[in-house]
């Protein structure tokens, strides 16, 4: 099967972007009832976080997000096997002052869960000598593809298995760290923020590894453009960070997603199980 699916997206990657979205989108729609338990954690984690929405707003949402993710997915096709010019076509970056003042200094890309988050940390290897952290993947095809297209222009991946002692580092060595810590690893080396009102366990690694290396923290988020591509936003590295509160760091990380969240809703990664860590006594939400 894996094999009919990177065909198809070796194949498709030769469309001119617009189409290219909007056969993801319709992918997207089609998925949306093929696969229920994705279907029923989107809805979840909208019912949690969106409370006072109505239902038929979130409803429209979780859709939205669906189309969103897989026409992220078959960009794919571009980011593995299409030319470094194709890929510059394809994802515009804004803000990259904000990463080449800090000239070679420790740096620490603070990239949250959005769709485009593949397509950004792709595009920023071409600019910067990148290092990333990766999980590795069941079907070892994938794997294989996954390490291949993030590592083609010269970047650094290390597997999240093996720890952060590699990207450290590659940190003080002056390569600029692709880091996403907003998902949940489990209870080990986090504690519970509230994300958009709801208690998120959220690991302190990134206050950790900024105090470890000296690193600044420049925020990127990647947006997916309607009519196909992407831009990837780098912010203004942040100041006061880490502050030697590891709480108020995460606390101050969750509140910069939450405000890029309501800004493009739809495009953060509502499929992953985000609230299945529950503070003690607490039941499971999926």
């Known amino acids: 099967m894996s094999r009919l699916v990177f065909g198809f997206m070796w194949l498709v990657r030769l469309l001119p972007l617009r189409l290219l979205a909007g056969l993801g989108a319709a992918l997207g729609g089609v998925l949306y009832w093929l696969i229920p338990e994705r279907r029923r954690v989107t809805r979840i984690n909208l019912a949690k976080c969106f409370p006072s929405m109505p239902a038929r707003s979130r409803e ?27 890929i510059e076509r394809m994802v515009r970056v804004e803000g990259l002052e904000h990463l080449s003042a800090l000239a070679g200094k420790p740096a620490v890309v603070f990239a949250p869960h959005f769709v485009g988050l593949d397509a950004g940390g792709l595009r920023l290897s071409m600019e910067a000598p990148m290092a990333s952290m990766y999980s590795r993947q069941k079907d070892p095809r994938f794997d294989r593809l996954l390490h291949g297209s993030r590592t083609r222009f010269g970047a650094r991946l290390y597997s999240r298995q093996e720890g952060l002692r590699g990207p450290l580092r590659a940190i003080k060595s002056g390569r600029p760290f692709y880091y996403l810590p907003d998902l949940d ?102």
């Open 60 to 86: 429209r949402l979780a859709r939205a997000h669906f189309r969103a993710f897989c026409r992220s997915f078959i960009d794919h096709g571009v980011l593995w096997w299409s030319s470094r010019e194709h």
């Open 185 to 286: 690893f489990g209870r080990k080396g986090s504690i519970f923020v509230p994300f958009f009102g709801v208690p998120a366990a959220t690991v302190t690694a990134l206050s950790q590894i900024a105090r470890i290396t000296g690193a600044q923290v420049v925020p990127c988020v990647t947006r997916m453009l309607p009519e196909g591509g992407y831009v990837a936003r780098l912010y203004p590295a942040w100041e006061g960070f880490p502050s030697g509160d590891d709480e108020a760091d995460v606390r101050r990380m969750v509140a910069f997603i939450e405000e890029r969240v309501l800004e493009m809703p739809e495009q953060y990664f509502w499929l992953h199980k985000r609230f299945k860590t529950r503070p003690e006594g607490e039941a499971k939400f999926y």
